[in-house]
């Protein structure tokens, strides 16, 4: 009995001899893996850190390059444009300047017609017709050359006004007192849009937050 135990255990030795050999093994590796891994994470996570480091630093330098960009893409648009806005405010406000001149010309030599007989203008009243057709020719050579500044909703407007002043000018030398009175009528019935339309236009470009505004359509 004794001999066949001694044999079993003979058989036996080696497989738990390889059997521990095998767990011990298995442990090792498990602890080396373990260790490997940590060590990579922690690798990864320094080279993550890293980037984010890189990529903020990246992302400031391409901000601040945008913005020196901006700048000075604002700086110029600032020096190209502000003359020409200067201009356009400058243009508005003198044919404005002229077109109340013109107004006013026309109510004075309404009023003066009442004192004229049925047939003839007084001397007056033709010298101011003579005045008011320097002016009227004034102000259409001044809007020609400078027309490409001002918007189109104003060129038609200005330009209907000024045709009707040399219609009416020319029209109230020519004709009794009664219908001369009528022409003048007819004329500065217009002016008033055409004035609130400029006075829209000058504010628009002196305010940003009047941008908005729409001018009145001619009818």
């Known amino acids: 009995m004794e001999i066949w135990q001694t044999i079993i255990q003979l058989i036996l030795l080696p497989t738990s001899i390889v059997a521990v050999l095998a767990f011990v093994m298995r442990e090792f590796f498990k602890s080396y893996l373990s260790k490997d891994i940590e060590k990579y994470k922690s690798q990864l996570q320094s080279d993550l850190e890293s ?69 003839n203008l007084s001397d007056e009243v033709l010298s101011r017709i003579k005045i008011l057709s320097e002016k009227k020719v004034e102000l259409a050579s001044y809007f020609s050359e400078r027309r490409i500044l001002v918007d189109e909703t104003n060129c038609k407007i200005i330009d209907d006004i000024i045709a009707s002043i040399f219609y009416c000018s020319n029209r109230i030398s020519t004709t009794n007192p009664i219908e001369s009175e009528e022409l003048i009528k007819e004329l500065v019935d217009k002016f008033p849009k055409a004035k609130k339309n400029l006075e829209i236009k000058f504010r628009q470009l002196l305010s940003p937050e009047l941008l908005n505004y729409q001018l009145e359509e001619k009818q």
């Open 51 to 119: 980037f984010k480091i890189e990529l903020q630093s990246n992302l400031e330098s391409h901000k601040a390059r945008l913005k020196a960009e901006f700048d000075a893409k604002h700086f110029e648009f600032q020096t190209k444009y502000s003359l020409l806005h200067q201009q356009r405010a400058d243009v508005i406000q003198h044919i404005y300047a002229k077109i109340n001149w013109i107004e006013r010309e026309l109510l004075i030599i309404k009023a003066k017609i009442k004192y004229s007989d049925n047939e």
